[in-house]
């Protein structure tokens, strides 16, 4: 065992812990005040819910034996043989490996959230969710990082360019057109309640996302230092593209427009971090302001209501993250990675795109028979009355604001 | 007596408050009102996504004040909350059968 790899991991893993409040106030800010609390819950429930399954069975079935490429087994059931004794080819407990990959499990469903926020019933929230992380993460983190069939094909995923961030986008756009539009959709305007609220939840994730890509080296060395470094380089990028985008296109510059740059960047940046130099986080940050503002743009023409739009920032930010690894990746920075397309290896490109078209396929089609199964058992959507209301009186009896 | 209803800019608020006093008007009612007149909204931008705010914030000041002082009122009403601008604002006359002072019961003039 290494303390400080083994004190490094930990901090890390508290700061992942932080994202998802950090998200919660991010999303709650872009809701309507009528539903701000029931947005924000979306996020907190799963520190409570998504934590429990983890350790019931989720981490078993992502870090457990592998069972034919596809999924792990049951032998870590309830936490056990997770304990003090060092983690094989790392240096740190399998107690704090679990405990960071936990706060993984937390934050990836909550940023599904965002696509159904303002009409998903809390209920049906609940079920899904516990189906989504058993049906879905599970698997495909199993895929990626612990052991599967992905990882063996050398696909690289350095913090969850696929297993968060293009899952959930993926997941979001699926909910989005399951779920279906909120009442006046297109008619009526869809405004912010708090600005100020988004603008502390991307400082809190920005904050707390260099313990999600650096912490996912597992080890204090050059290599999570790298991912540091890129990670904050392309959030910065990211937020300035998407800024200067809009201020071309849209004629202003706006403050959600630069927080939502700052996630495309971080979110594209993800799987790439571990195995890519500053030049590189440049470009992904950069082209990643740029194509998810194009992105979220294209949202009103196709007509899904992506509510928070989940899938124009973190759907296509895991996209073009993923993809951009297999172009600028290099063994200069990770021995452990492999080289891009620009240092000669194209076919590592080739694997990269398997990679994204593997969980596309795999999330859409089980996401969508989750949802069908929810909409049997409890329904998804609140009554037309209590979408009137707001959710926060319909779901939680509360209301956010009393001034 | 007259009850006179006054929509301004909120920025004007202080400037009309202090013009009245100086013609011994001593109590209003202020409320925070949105509406939209000859004024039109203004386009605000969320992800791209454009939508035009009819609604524009207002001040409603409120106060009831002897027949002949409406006048006097009126003008300085005018003076202080005029920008030359539109979305100025309006003004509103109307009578007032009985007013009472709930802590006395004095009535009418009195009352004010």
């Not at chain 1, 596809?70 to 704090?96: C, N, W």
């Not at chain 2, 003076?79 to 002072?101: H, L, N, Q, Y």
């Amino acid at each position: 065992m290494n303390a400080a790899d083994t004190a490094f991991v930990m901090v890390c893993a508290a700061l992942v812990l932080l994202m998802t409040p950090g998200l919660a106030i991010f999303y709650g800010g872009l809701a309507r005040s009528k539903n701000v609390l029931s947005t924000m819950m979306h996020s907190f429930f799963l520190m409570g819910l998504a934590s429990v399954i983890w350790l019931v069975y989720g981490y078993s079935l992502s870090f457990g034996s592998d069972i034919g490429g596809f999924i792990g087994g049951l032998d870590h059931l309830l936490g056990r043989g997770v304990g003090a004794e060092v983690m094989k080819d790392l240096t740190i407990p399998s107690s704090v490996f679990m405990a960071f990959q936990g706060m993984f499990v937390i934050i990836t469903p909550a940023l599904i959230s965002g696509a159904v926020a303002e009409r998903m019933k809390f209920k049906a929230y609940v079920i899904f969710t516990i189906l989504w992380i058993t049906v879905v993460y599970a698997p495909i983190c199993h895929w990626v990082w612990g052991g599967g069939w992905l990882q063996e094909l050398g696909c690289l995923d350095f913090a969850g360019g696929l297993v968060v961030h293009l899952n959930c986008g993926v997941a979001a756009l699926t909910a989005a057109i399951i779920v279906g539009k909120r009442r006046g959709y297109g008619t009526r305007a869809f405004i912010p309640h708090n600005l100020t609220l988004t603008l502390l939840g991307i400082g809190l994730l920005w904050f707390g996302w260099f313990g999600f890509n650096a912490g996912s080296r597992l080890a204090a060395d050059g290599v999570a230092g790298n991912a540091f470094l890129v990670t904050h380089m392309a959030a910065a990028t990211g937020a300035l593209s998407w800024v200067f985008a809009e201020w071309i296109l849209k004629e202003k510059p706006t403050t959600l427009g630069f927080a939502s740059g700052a996630v495309a960047g971080l979110g594209s940046i993800t799987p790439a971090c571990g195995y890519v130099g500053t030049t590189a986080a440049l470009v992904i940050g950069g082209v990643a302001g740029v194509i998810c503002y194009l992105a979220v743009l294209a949202k009103d023409r196709l007509g899904y209501d992506d509510s928070l739009d989940v899938v124009g920032i973190h759907g296509v930010g895991g996209v073009w993250g993923t993809l951009a690894t297999g172009l600028f990746a290099s063994t200069l920075i990770n021995a452990d990675g492999a080289d891009g397309l620009f240092l000669g290896n194209a076919s590592q490109l080739g694997v990269q795109a398997v990679g994204v078209v593997a969980t596309i396929l795999y999330c859409a089609v089980a996401t969508a028979a989750i949802l069908f199964v929810v909409k049997a058992l409890v329904g998804l959507r609140v009554t037309e009355e209590e979408e009137d209301a707001g959710v926060d009186t319909a779901a939680h009896g509360e209301v956010g604001y009393n001034l | 007596m007259k009850k006179i209803e006054v929509i301004i800019k909120p920025f004007k608020l202080d400037d009309v408050k202090e013009a009245l006093s100086s013609v011994g008007i001593h109590g209003m009612t202020v409320t925070e009102v949105k509406g939209f007149g000859r004024q039109k909204g203004h386009k605000e931008i969320y992800r791209g996504a454009e939508y035009l705010v009819d609604f524009l914030p207002k001040i409603k000041v409120e106060m009831v004040v002897s027949s002949e002082l409406v006048d006097q009122v009126i003008e300085k009403v005018i003076a202080a909350a005029r920008t030359g601008s539109i979305g100025d604002g309006k003004i509103f006359v109307m009578p007032v059968e009985t007013v009472v002072r709930i802590r006395t019961g004095e009535r009418d003039l009195d009352a004010l």
